[in-house]
């Protein structure tokens, strides 16, 4: 059996871009270079890179609760101490001593005969805390997928933040983005597990309708209009489920996404792109992203490898600002620390 290199995704691998399908094998997919970015949209580049300026005054979406978080000094020093050795005992952050582990090898056989070995260092760092933002190895290899398939990004001004899952990103962006009563831009119908992290705030719900191209923009636009000269509040939130969106199965078109930034650029709106069937296309060309549109760092953008790997590994990531991905990972280091390591190696 061939063993893998570690941190290579198993289904879906990047310098290929291939899936495979226990009856069909090998299902060739889009190469990213077809489609990363949208003529029409060419101009959102600055020196062949996605520009998202640090002038954006987020103090308007951050609430009050997330602004109040600081960071966590062990998980602070867990990611300065990240590059000692696995059987380094560090007395600063209280782990554990990896040789108590009663664990001597993981290994994993793939429907494709290959195989997946973690021992000696690499098991210790995959049964050891990892820093709040993720296994850096993994982080990089999220950067160059997000390079190809979205365009190449400014990483001075974006981060990734690896998590349990895009579940996981989605909670840590609603609660630091939504106050008590606010009103929030949702599509009609609309993912139940997406819905019930806003209910807690009492949100007003303004729905946007569907059709087969997915949201009517034209309504969203007469709502905001109508909501500016009654001088009421405008969202500071648009959620949306681009590609295959459940439960309507409708894809937002390019046209239309262009749209609906333009939309946020002019009214001041963040925009949560959660988008976990992305990788499930099988077109000629890969859908337009939002966030390969974004050139003033209004996208937050929601992957996941659970449609495609496994959903029980639990391991999704959010791409965005790092001004507000830094604020989701203070969230990290206080709730559930670290993605699953196993999961992230």
Not at 62 to 68: A, C, P
Not at 152 to 174: C, F, H, Y
Not at 327 to 339: G, V
Request: charged share 20%.
């Amino acid at each position: 059996m061939k063993t893998l290199r570690r941190c290579t995704p198993i289904v879906l691998n990047v310098g290929q871009h291939e899936l495979y399908s226990s009856s069909l094998g090998h299902v060739s997919v889009a190469q990213p270079k077809h489609s990363s970015i949208p003529d029409h949209s060419a101009s959102s580049l600055s020196n062949d890179e996605t520009f998202v300026p640090s002038k954006i005054n987020y103090s308007r979406f951050i609430n009050k609760l997330s602004s109040k978080r600081s960071a966590s000094l062990l998980r602070e020093i867990c990611s300065k101490l990240d590059h000692l050795p696995p059987t380094c005992i560090k007395f600063a952050i209280g782990v554990p001593n990896v040789l108590t582990f009663p664990f001597k090898k993981v290994s994993v056989e793939l429907i494709t005969g290959e195989s997946i070995e973690l021992q000696g260092e690499e098991l210790s760092i995959a049964l050891q805390y990892l820093p709040s933002q993720g296994y850096r190895p993994l982080i990089n290899i999220l950067q160059k997928l997000q390079d190809s398939f979205h365009g190449p990004q400014n990483w001075e001004n974006r981060a990734i933040m690896v998590t349990s899952g895009t579940q996981d990103a989605l909670s840590k962006a609603v609660d630091m983005l939504m106050s008590f009563n606010d009103p929030v831009l949702l599509p009609d119908p609309i993912y139940s597990g997406a819905i019930d992290l806003f209910k807690p705030y009492d949100v007003e719900i303004i729905t946007m309708k569907q059709d087969s191209s997915g949201i009517i923009v034209e309504d969203v636009k007469k709502v905001l209009m109508e909501r500016k000269e009654k001088m009421q509040s405008i969202p500071k939130v648009i959620y949306l489920n681009p590609i295959a969106s459940n439960p309507g199965g409708t894809t937002l078109t390019t046209n239309r996404k262009r749209e609906i930034y333009q939309l946020a650029c002019e009214y001041n709106m963040l925009i949560l792109e959660d988008d976990p069937y992305y990788y499930l296309n099988f077109g000629q060309k890969n859908p337009v992203s939002l966030m390969s549109m974004d050139i003033e760092g209004r996208v937050l953008r929601f992957d996941s490898f659970s449609k495609i790997m496994s959903s029980g590994l639990r391991v999704g990531f959010v791409t965005g600002p790092k001004m507000l991905v830094r604020q989701m990972e203070l969230h990290m280091q206080t709730s559930s620390i670290n993605a699953s390591s196993l999961s992230q190696m």
